[in-house]
């Protein structure tokens, strides 16, 4: 049976710590703040970054260098047989594209799958696939099945303030001066490829009931599956553990028959929407990892 071990970036939320406890493997997702590189998660942690952020720092997001990606792939095959590379969705960037055309001078011992995912519902993905190479599977067999599952998925994420999605050009200075006017608290969506707009609320609490109805309605109407017995129920936040955590009962009591996982999001997405936001994620469960 071919030793498969499983890759992914930052921008799946897993720490080294944690990667450490998942048996995977974890690539820092690179930043520049000011014009000076950091790594997320090895020197540059959550708190480095808020801080940094709100003093109106100038950040950047940019994609791991080719010879970071390649050295590392090279570094895990001396002891593997073969890699499943989880980069995040290629609909927020062009990483995964990257590193499909450099997995091509590998002979299909590095298999990158793109299965339009970030945070939360990465996450979800990479402990699936990790759970089939312990069932067996080869780097092929867990590529297909997590591309086939791609759009098998939600995020709906609350953005408290429209000053960074301003900043990275998602909206227009116009149009976030109204919403800040207005105190419009915009949901977005990420089902498959890309942050889309979803509702606009005009109290935290509304914004909360748009994005559990949601939930429930992608139960429902999307996976045929009400009661949830076949859906992960994830949750994400940026910067404030305390609001995250009261919203975390609400949606618990929403969904009684689901346990819960909660982490904060990703810096990648964290830099485009600010401190405060609120999300609400769901991935189907992939049998194979059920039996």
Request: with cysteine.
């Amino acid at each position: 049976m071919s030793k498969v071990i499983v890759v992914t970036d930052s921008n799946s939320g897993i720490t080294p710590d944690e990667a450490k406890k998942l048996g995977v493997e974890v690539i820092p997702m690179p930043f520049y703040i000011d014009e000076q590189m950091y790594y997320e998660n090895i020197d540059l942690t959550q708190e480095q970054f808020y801080e940094k952020l709100m003093a109106g720092g100038d950040i950047k997001t940019s994609m791991p260098l080719v010879g970071d990606v390649t050295d590392k792939w090279d570094e895990f095959l001396k002891e593997n047989d073969e890699i499943v590379y989880i980069p995040m969705s290629s609909g927020l960037s062009s990483s995964c594209e990257t590193a499909y055309m450099l997995s091509q001078d590998y002979d299909g011992k590095v298999q990158v799958v793109n299965n339009q995912r970030i945070s939360v519902t990465m996450r979800q993905s990479v402990i699936d696939a990790k759970n089939l190479a312990e069932a067996g599977k080869n780097a092929a067999e867990i590529k297909q099945i997590l591309e086939d599952a791609k759009f098998e998925s939600s995020i709906y994420i609350m953005v408290d303030t429209l000053n960074y999605l301003k900043k990275g050009g998602r909206i227009t200075p116009a149009a976030a001066a109204l919403g800040t006017l207005l105190k419009l608290k915009p949901v977005l969506q990420i089902q498959g490829e890309k942050l889309d707009a979803f509702a606009k609320a005009r109290t935290v609490k509304q914004a909360k009931s748009i994005m559990i109805d949601a939930m429930k309605s992608d139960f429902e109407k999307r996976f045929n599956n009400p009661d949830g017995s076949q859906i992960n129920l994830e949750m994400a936040y940026t910067h404030d553990i305390a609001a995250a955590e009261a919203f975390k009962e609400e949606v618990q009591a929403a969904f009684p028959n689901n346990e819960i996982v909660m982490n904060p999001l990703s810096l990648s997405v964290s830099c485009h929407i600010g401190p405060g936001a609120l999300a609400i994620a769901c991935s189907k469960k992939i049998e194979y990892c059920n039996k």
